[in-house]
């Protein structure tokens, strides 16, 4: 509405017997958007004759809420005109009710939302259908189902038919206050009146479940959607919100339907974080296909290829016992320009676990990918070692890191680590020193762990010495020792009550480590050495 015929409006009385301006007849659809609002307009019919008195008043009421604008400016715009309407001493109608509570809707003022709806009943005007839309709808922004429930008996009271519209408000409430099984009932009572729920009440169910991590009743939701002959298809984004429920509960069958129809058949593309969860899910279940396709969805959707993307695809290969496949993700890492470290070798090393006999195979398998003049990483051939240092067996570690060169593999610093560790395990330091030895004329630089392992070597000795000696090397390269290398050595000296003890504490302070009560009780206790 022209703002100079409002100013009209709200400075100038209405004539009774004369005409201002002539207002039409004016209807509203909340199912068609207005050219001013971002969102569909309330349904709000107006039954006034145009000639009537409040006639003038409702058209400008009708045409603010359909200017563009914030819903506050709307709704003080609309209260002006409705302090004109009660200076000329008329009394407010249905359509001018109905206005104010959707202005009030708008601006989420539910109070006063409420308290229309009472002065409208006491000024005897009787609410309709649209009017109690309109207020339950407004209910839904604050999950009020008490005032909900109010008004639903009130409507049952009056026998007022319920439409598919105010059913969808009713469980857009309810599920917004997680009364998933609130919602459930009203679902089933819908049906039972004849009422079909439209794919919004659906939609909006299912996204109760997300909250509540209901995959089950989701699911099940979803599925009866589908045959009640719904348009899904015109909704796809409910597939994508019952898969995150599926993927987040471990439900293999869930997001395996649902990722072939999001994905597969309606092209969304799926955020990083609900990937990471399919693929959380695929490595679970040996699921090396769905992996496959995340990882190709993910850099099909613009992300560049990242170490934890493979490492889910490669514990689907040894879920399935395929060691073979896991090995070949490393390289494939390699080529796609993501260098593996010893962390993304951790599935493969976990399936390993102690077993020696295992450990064994999967060494022959990478002497069986030699033979096909395959690659073979470095990686793969670093968790071997690795596995052998967890078995604590010094022999096997030391005969597998000795055909490197066999294998076509070049040792690094992950492989002398690797053999490290099992120095450790089995404090064999005179071998530990032969390592570091073979390792400086390879012309390999120390890393921190290969620093923080050496000295935890040197703590396995009566003679630990050498534990102060790496120390300083480290510090000499201007390189931090890290917190637990000096908790190492603080455990050794406080078993064997050396005084050196608090200087090593001292220096943890120096470089801003905290020193914890535990720490300083070492001294007064028994050491784990």
């Known amino acids: ?53 409040l006639s003038s008043f409702n058209t400008a ?48 003022e539910n109070r006063s939302v409420m308290r229309t709806f009472d002065e409208m009943k006491q000024d005897n005007v009787e609410p309709t259908l649209d009017t109690y839309n309109i207020i339950l709808e407004s209910l839904v922004g604050f999950a009020d189902v008490q005032s909900q429930t109010r008004i639903k008996n009130e409507m049952k009271e009056k026998k007022i038919p319920f439409t598919s ?42 996204g109760g479940c997300l909250r509540l991590s209901d995959p089950t009743t989701a699911f099940d939701l979803l599925k009866e959607a589908e045959s009640s002959g719904l348009a899904v ?23 395996n339907y649902c990722w072939d129809k999001a994905v597969g058949t309606y092209s969304l593309r799926p955020d990083e974080g609900t990937c990471l969860n399919v693929l959380r899910v695929a490595a679970k279940m040996g699921e090396t296909k769905l992996a496959t396709d995340v990882i190709r969805q993910l850099s099909n959707s613009g992300y560049p290829y990242k170490e934890h993307y493979f490492t889910p695809l490669m514990e689907a290969f040894t879920v399935k016992n395929d060691l073979k496949n896991a090995f070949n993700v490393l390289d494939i890492m390699r080529v796609s320009g993501i260098p593996p470290s010893m962390r993304a070798t951790l599935p493969i090393r976990k399936h390993l676990d102690r077993d020696v006999e295992a450990i064994d195979q999967a060494y022959y398998l990478l002497e069986e990918m030699k033979k096909e003049e395959k690659t073979v990483d470095i990686s793969a051939f670093n968790v071997v070692v690795g596995a052998c240092a967890d078995a604590k067996d010094i022999e096997r570690t030391i005969a597998t890191y000795r055909e490197a060169g ?21 404090r064999m330091k005179d071998m530990g020193i032969v390592v570091v030895d073979e390792m400086k004329k390879a012309g390999i630089n120390p890393d921190l762990e290969t620093y923080n392992k050496m000295i935890s070597l040197a703590c396995t000795q009566r003679n630990y010495e050498d534990a102060f000696t790496y120390l300083e090397e480290m510090k000499s390269y201007d390189i931090v020792p890290p917190e637990s290398c000096y908790a190492k050595l603080a455990n050794k000296l406080a078993y064997e009550k050396d005084p050196r003890f608090h200087m090593v504490l001292e220096e943890m302070e120096t470089f801003g480590y905290k020193v914890t009560p535990r720490i300083r009780r070492m001294w007064n206790t028994e050491s784990t050495y």
């Open 61 to 108: 009421l009708t045409s603010q809420l359909r200017t563009r604008g914030g819903p506050k400016r709307v709704l003080e715009n609309v209260l002006k005109i409705v302090n004109e309407i009660k200076r000329q001493n008329l009394r407010l109608d249905l359509d001018s009710y109905n206005a104010v509570l959707i202005a009030y809707s708008r601006a989420k």
């Open 233 to 255: 298809e015109s909704q796809p984004r409910v597939y994508m919100d019952v898969m995150r429920v599926g993927a987040i509960n471990d439900n293999l069958d869930i997001v």
């Open 406 to 426: 066999n294998l076509g593999v070049v040792p690094n610093v992950d492989t002398y680590n690797a053999v490290l560790e099992a120095c450790i395990q089995t």
């Open 165 to 206: 519209h105010t059913y969808y408000h009713i469980l857009h409430c309810l599920c917004k206050a997680d009364e998933l099984e609130y919602a459930l009932d009203t679902l089933e009572e819908m049906k039972k009146s004849g009422v079909q729920p439209n794919l919004r009440s659906y939609a909006v169910m299912i």
């Open 1 to 53: 509405m022209n703002r100079l015929v409002l100013a009209k409006v709200l400075t100038s009385p209405l004539r009774q017997g004369g005409k201002q301006w002539t207002p039409k007849l004016v209807r509203f659809n909340s199912t068609v958007a207005t050219e001013s609002a971002s969102k569909p307009v309330k349904k709000m019919v107006t039954y006034m004759h145009p000639t009537a008195p």
